[in-house]
């Protein structure tokens, strides 16, 4: 396993951090402010707390630096009178670039990618998910290897073109290490795969749920709600990294749920790679319980996100039931009478949210709060409604009245 030591201190004494952003062409301000909101919430569940933002308007990011020379000198500044040895970046940084910058702000850089792994390791428990994030956390440094070897310089000498200094060669020495590694963690894989597929076969016909939704909307809990079970649940981001199964019996009629990973806006390439073997439930379940959190003010963005990520895994042909969790926790602005200005989504309130979205054709969806109970005797009901004609062998949702 890499170890990861730029965040190095605990929950209770947590490593302080400057994230970074950058604005561009399609973007709004307030919209990369939300996005460094997320950005701090994955550093707070990594262990580091947010203690000063930098964003920057850029057509495009510095091919060099990743943000402006004048940013640069800021943040620079900024580091010396502050003491604080982490930045984060809202993206994922090339191998140069994360260079560069080391050599310019002499601090430790955090990416976007390399943060989330990061909290991968961290909540990975059982071989499996230890597994996985391990071959992507190598896959993700294989390319990034010249930024370790920075007092192994490359010397060349006479006038062969085959000259090669010690950097280099412990550079390719490096290198092959990973690569052997990193086939035998997808050798490992396999068999595991092998295993989990004759797991599945196993379990008969009965009728296949999974939830499925962006990190830290419930999904958990819901499971936890629905199965009587106690799958580890909290306020944080990725508490959940291994599909749990559960049998579920509602009137007598017994189905399998289960609770995949969640996802989440520029999830690393490596990740959805490695986990693809996991997310094996969600290609295999008959329906997808989309559990979304309303409360959130990106809720629909989240949406696209998990949807792009079902095409990516080769799931985005599987019926969708739209669970919007978290009702307790909806917010809205109310527009005054004598305010003229064309209303926004912040000022719309639940009961008009909840009538625009059952009113979408081939949306069927509910309206719940998990840490309340409300609506859950309505969601069993539906659910019951979906396995029974699963059972009966009919198109779930074809005659249904949401």
Same mark, same amino acid.
């Not at 947010?50 to 060099?64: E, G, M, N």
């Given at each position: 396993?890499?170890?990861?030591?730029?965040?190095?201190?605990?929950?209770?004494?947590?490593?302080?951090?400057?994230?970074?952003?950058?604005?561009?062409?399609?973007?709004?301000?307030?919209?990369?402010?939300?996005?460094?909101?997320?950005?701090e919430?994955?550093?707070? /569940?990594?262990?580091? /707390?947010?203690?000063?933002?930098?964003?920057?308007?850029?057509?495009?990011? #510095?091919?060099?630096?990743?943000?402006g020379?004048?940013?640069?000198?800021?943040?620079?500044?900024?580091?010396?009178?502050?003491?604080?040895?982490?930045?984060?970046f809202?993206?994922?940084?090339?191998?140069?670039?994360?260079?560069?910058?080391?050599?310019?702000?002499?601090?430790?850089? =955090?990416?976007?990618?390399?943060?989330?792994?990061?909290?991968?390791?961290?909540?990975? %428990?059982?071989?499996?998910?230890? &597994?996985?994030?391990e071959?992507?956390?190598?896959?993700?440094? =294989?390319?990034?290897?010249?930024?370790?070897?920075?007092h192994?310089?490359?010397?060349?000498?006479?006038?062969?073109?085959?000259?090669?200094?010690?950097?280099?060669?412990?550079?390719?020495?490096?290198?092959?290490?990973?690569?052997?590694?990193?086939?035998?963690?997808?050798?490992?894989?396999?068999?595991?795969?092998?295993?989990?597929?004759?797991?599945?076969?196993?379990?008969?016909s009965?009728?296949?749920?999974?939830?499925?939704?962006?990190?830290?909307?419930?999904?958990?809990?819901?499971?936890?709600? =629905?199965? %009587?079970?106690?799958?580890?649940?909290?306020?944080?981001?990725?508490?959940?990294?291994? &599909?749990?199964?559960?049998?579920?019996?509602?009137?007598?009629? *017994?189905?399998?749920?289960?609770?995949?990973?969640?996802?989440? $806006?520029?999830?690393?390439?490596?990740?959805?790679?490695?986990?693809?073997?996991?997310? #094996?439930?969600?290609?295999?379940?008959?329906?997808?319980?989309?559990?979304?959190?309303?409360?959130?003010?990106?809720?629909?963005e989240?949406?696209?996100?998990? %949807?792009?990520?079902?095409l990516?895994?080769?799931?985005?042909?599987?019926?969708?039931y739209?669970?919007?969790n978290?009702?307790?926790?909806?917010?809205?602005?109310?527009?005054?009478?004598?305010d003229?200005? *064309?209303?926004?989504?912040?000022?719309?309130?639940?009961?008009d949210?909840?009538?625009?979205?059952?009113?979408?054709?081939?949306?069927?969806?509910?309206?719940?709060?998990?840490?309340?109970?409300?609506?859950?005797?309505? =969601?069993?009901?539906?659910?019951? $409604?979906?396995?029974?004609?699963? #059972?009966?062998?009919?198109y779930?949702?074809?005659?249904?009245?949401?």
């Open positions: 396993m890499i170890e990861q030591n730029s965040i190095t201190r605990s929950a209770q004494n947590p490593e302080p951090a400057i994230l970074v952003g950058i604005i561009t062409e399609f973007q709004k301000t307030g919209q990369v402010n939300e996005y460094l909101d997320e950005l919430f994955l550093a707070e /569940t990594a262990g580091a /707390t947010a203690v000063k933002r930098f964003t920057q308007r850029l057509k495009h990011p #510095d091919s060099r630096t990743f943000i020379s004048g940013k640069m000198m800021e943040i620079k500044s900024f580091l010396e009178c502050s003491g604080v040895n982490l930045v984060i809202d993206d994922e940084l090339s191998p140069s670039q994360l260079r560069n910058l080391e050599q310019e702000l002499k601090c430790a850089i =955090l990416d976007r990618t390399a943060l989330i792994l990061y909290i991968f390791a961290q909540r990975a %428990k059982t071989a499996y998910a230890k &597994t996985q994030v071959l992507a956390q190598y896959q993700y440094l =294989l390319p990034r290897l010249t930024r370790m070897w920075t192994l310089e490359r010397q060349r000498g006479g006038a062969g073109l085959n000259m090669r200094g010690p950097g280099e060669t412990q550079l390719e020495t490096d290198r092959r290490i990973i690569l052997t590694r990193i086939a035998k963690l997808k050798e490992q894989l396999k068999k595991i795969d092998l295993q989990m597929a004759s797991q599945r076969g196993n379990r008969g009965l009728a296949r749920l999974a939830l499925v939704g962006y990190t830290n909307v419930g999904k958990s809990t819901l499971m936890n709600l =629905l199965s %009587k079970s106690d799958v580890f649940a909290e306020n944080k981001l990725f508490a959940t990294l291994d &599909t749990t199964v559960r049998k579920v019996v509602i009137e007598n009629i *017994p189905f399998l749920l289960s609770d995949t990973v969640g996802f989440i $806006r520029k999830l690393p390439h490596q990740l959805v790679e490695s986990f693809k073997s996991t997310l #094996d439930e969600v290609r295999e379940a008959d329906i997808l319980l989309h559990v979304v959190d309303i409360s959130h003010p990106n809720f629909e989240q949406i696209d996100v998990v %949807k792009n990520t079902l990516e895994i080769g799931a985005s042909d599987k019926p969708v739209l669970v919007f978290k009702i307790d926790a909806y917010t809205y602005i109310k527009k005054d009478e004598d003229l200005t *064309p209303a926004t989504k912040e000022n719309v309130n639940l009961t949210l909840k009538n625009s979205w059952l009113a979408k054709e081939n949306s069927p969806c509910i309206f719940i709060s998990a840490k309340n109970k409300e609506n859950i005797a309505k =969601l069993r009901a539906d659910i019951y $409604r979906i396995v029974a004609e699963l #059972d009966a062998g009919r779930p949702f074809g005659n249904f009245i949401w």
